[in-house]
């Protein structure tokens, strides 16, 4: 069984600074692990995926997340923020080798202040 | 390549009602899953359809029901509506070869039951 935690349902950051939204897993074999971005009255949009090899995975709008097997997280990061970044975030875990269907967390809003 | 397109954007329905939903996904794709997005609830998976097939089900009453057609486009039928059932639902595709288990969004329909 898999399973994903995102904490805090919002993060707040000022304008320019570190973005920093938390995802931790359970799975019981190798996963697969995505961030994605939801804008106001839209579907989903990949951010990024990390599936084998390297463990920092760059994505699109600057953001970047780094698989920690050791820790089960796939911490989302962006170095400084930007007032359109300000959206609902989704992490999502899936199994390799069984049903792929993807279990997502319970999503973190970012706001983000001038 | 044109992406996932879902129709209608919005409904509004009365309880007892009956509704269905339609998704087309992007050229090529042979997947299609839905999704239920509340606040409460967050996103959960309803069901998949692959080649005019249910492979996957979520842990949704009968009331919800899906197909698929030839032309890999599916539909979603929610009959007596209840308020609780008032959510956007979402359409995702996923492509045969992808092996990462990437699913594409469609913007989803806001279903509001009175």
């Known amino acids: 069984a898999q399973s994903v935690t995102q904490l805090g349902s919002h993060v707040s950051v000022s304008e320019g600074a570190l973005v920093l939204l938390r995802c931790n897993y359970s799975s019981s074999v190798p996963p697969y692990l995505f961030w994605y971005v939801q804008y106001p009255n839209q579907g989903l949009q990949l951010l990024l995926k990390?599936?084998?090899?390297?463990?920092l995975v760059k994505g699109i709008n600057g953001f970047e997340a780094e698989f920690k097997k050791s820790e089960t997280s796939f911490h989302l990061t962006k170095p400084s923020a930007h007032m359109s970044d300000a959206a609902e975030y989704f992490c999502?875990?899936?199994?390799?080798?069984?049903?792929?269907?993807?279990?997502f967390g319970r999503g973190t809003s970012l706001i983000v202040h001038p | 390549k044109a992406g996932v397109t879902q129709t209608p954007r919005y409904l509004i329905k009365t309880r007892g009602q009956q509704v269905t939903l339609s998704c087309s996904p992007i050229s090529g794709h042979r997947s299609v899953s839905w999704y239920q997005q509340t606040p409460g609830q967050g996103l959960q998976f309803l069901f998949e359809y692959f080649s005019e097939t249910q492979r996957n089900k979520g842990n949704f009453p009968g009331r919800f029901s899906g197909r698929q057609f030839s032309n890999s486009r599916s539909e979603m039928n929610v009959s007596t509506l209840e308020l609780g059932d008032s959510a956007l639902y979402l359409c995702?595709?996923?492509?045969?070869?992808?092996?990462?288990?990437?699913?594409?969004f469609g913007p989803g329909t806001r279903l509001t039951v009175l």
């Open positions: 999502a875990v899936s199994e390799t080798g069984g049903s792929y269907i993807p279990t």
């Open positions: 990390y599936t084998t090899g390297a463990t």
């Open positions: 995702a595709s996923t492509g045969e070869g992808y092996s990462y288990n990437e699913q594409f």
